[in-house]
């Protein structure tokens, strides 16, 4: 049976333990019923239609729903919830209203994103995001060289475009490399790295290597989306059509946004790929950016770069270990990424 209305989708969703954690710590509840009314009770006061059908339902950082109303619309809805700790997933509603308005002339540069519907509202005591629903396209395995300088290049287009839209206000950069802990608060519930113990150790110790050369190098602040990973593009032929997760847009140190996307460039669990890039698919990412960025990094700059990467597969690494504490799914994981890595540095610089 296909799960139709919203609250068939959520009842099956919910009968996933992670699902249900991850519900109660963004809407506070794992009660289908009352999700349901929430996200339609939303819909007719803002887009003045009734939920008619659920497309897609989905729980990670946010809550998201692709939705069709019944004048016939179709949309993306997320709720997130507001976050102004030392969390890696920052949520305020200036920052999102930020976002939208950057998203907004992305869209008119017929960049590959989707449109915004109506500005970030704040909603009893959550922000709701309101997209179109853009299904199109589907993802290819971005081990391919092709589909890699793809993503590559895409993202030195996505910095370019966006240069102007630095001092925006909403956007604020926070710099967790400068906190005393070593990780940030992970960016979802379901990630404990205080259960690990002493079977983290070696992980810590690669991250701590590399936070001592991030900090030692400055920073070069863009407007950057800071979840350039496989599982939010959607391709036709080897063109990239759409992106998804514009929550992710974000003021931050460059070399530590390529450092996320050369580490996590492969990383979709939607199709059966290799989640993790190899060391030399890594650094070709780097280059490929860096040729149509039209400016060389210095010795300096890809050593920051690389050492944000090492760092950003052993934080996913430590992810990994929170919810399979035995190395059951060590075979392809980021762990075992890090564990071969050959070299002080995952680009090998």
Known sequence: MVERSLYERLTKLFENEANTILSKSIVGTTDAVSL????????????????????????????????KLKNGQEIFLKINKLNSDDSIAQCSFEGMKAISKVQEKLSEFKFPCPKVIISPVEYRDVIVTVNSYEDIGVQKDAHNPSIRKAIAEKYAELIKLTDSYI?????????????????????????????????????????AKSKKIINSIPDNLV??????????????????????????????????????????????????VKITPSQHEAYEFVREYEKFRSKKFTKE??????????????????CELAVDPDNNNFEGSFRQALSKMVGDNYLGI
């Open 223 to 272: 407007l950057g989306h800071c979840d350039w990973s496989l599982k939010h593009f959607r391709f036709v032929n080897d063109e990239i059509v759409m992106i998804y997760d514009w929550d992710s847009l974000c003021l931050q140190d460059e070399y530590h946004l390529l450092g996320i996307a050369a580490s996590t460039f492969t990383t979709t669990w939607d199709i059966p």
């Open 167 to 207: 001092n925006m206000d909403g956007f604020k950069y926070f710099n967790f490399y400068k906190n005393e802990k070593l990780f940030p608060a992970p960016h979802n519930a379901l990630f404990d790295f205080n259960k690990a113990g002493t079977a983290a150790t070696w992980i810590d110790d690669i991250a």
């Open 36 to 67: 349901t009314e929430f996200v339609d009770d939303f819909c007719k006061t803002y887009l003045k239609s009734e939920v008619s059908e659920c497309l897609y339902a989905g729980l990670s950082v946010g809550v998201s729903f692709g939705l």
């Open 301 to 318: 700059e890809l050593m920051k770069i690389s050492a944000c990467s090492t760092y950003i597969i052993a934080y996913t690494a430590r």
